[in-house]
């Protein structure tokens, strides 16, 4: 069935780098635009990027840039975020989120993983 | 940047109330806002895109109107099931949430 299949849980070190994955299936991967948000405890829903999964380009929000790195492997249908330099700010549940198809970015997400939490502690 | 003023932050209604929540956007964003329900522990849900449009499968008691830099979100008779935060969304924004409880 068409789902988003998300990573598990990860508790991390602040100064550390955490990479979720998101795999895709049910669907053909490279052609819907692919988002990540988080939602720290709480709190409301955060855009941090997104990825086209055809050609690999990206957009991060300004206030990830240079800390978040967004990539794809076509051949397993996956996404991942990887998030940078964790302070305990960056506990949060990390949702992978689909955008709907067309060779240009909708700006909803129709299709959402279940999320991973990611714990920032020392 | 555009921002999105959701209110009111939380309500509490009866089952069969009609219930509204309004965004407000700080710029002329035309049509492009969407909104979705999200449930405790659960990922949250698109339930109108492009102002106006249901979601295929969503409840006709689910709406929303509105265009430019003003929207409303109504459902028309809430339901035990339509407890939730509902959030407003316009490209990498997101309102602050709505969470509606029954009284």
């Known amino acids: 069935q068409v789902q988003l299949v998300q990573s598990g849980a990860e508790v991390k070190k602040p100064g550390a780098s955490v990479k979720v994955s998101c795999k895709a299936s049910g669907y053909t991967f490279t052609g819907y635009y692919m988002h990540w948000v988080r939602q720290a405890p709480g709190q409301g829903l955060e855009w941090m990027g997104w990825i086209n999964p055809n050609s690999g380009g990206t957009n991060y929000a300004q206030k990830f840039q240079g800390r978040v790195t967004m990539t794809r492997d076509t051949s397993i249908s996956t996404a991942y975020m990887e998030l940078s330099r964790l302070r305990s700010d960056d506990t949060a549940v990390y949702y992978c989120?689909?955008?709907?198809?067309?060779?240009?970015?909708?700006?909803?997400?129709?299709?959402w993983g279940r999320g991973t939490l990611v714990t920032v502690s020392s | 940047d555009i921002q999105m003023t959701q209110s009111p932050s939380s309500l509490s209604a009866s089952v069969g109330d009609r219930v509204t929540i309004t965004c407000q956007a700080s710029?002329?964003?035309?049509?492009?806002l969407n909104w979705y329900q999200q449930k405790p522990g659960k990922a949250p849900k698109l339930l109108i895109y492009d102002a106006s449009n249901l979601e295929t499968g969503v409840p006709s008691r689910f709406s929303g109107s509105g265009s430019g830099t003003d929207f409303t979100f109504t459902i028309s008779s809430l339901q035990p099931e339509d407890i939730a935060t509902y959030y407003c969304?316009?490209?990498?924004?997101f309102g602050g949430g709505t969470k509606v409880e029954i009284k």
């Open positions: 710029q002329d964003i035309s049509n492009y």
């Open positions: 989120a689909r955008d709907p198809p067309t060779v240009t970015l909708h700006w909803y997400f129709d299709l």
């Open positions: 969304q316009q490209r990498g924004t």
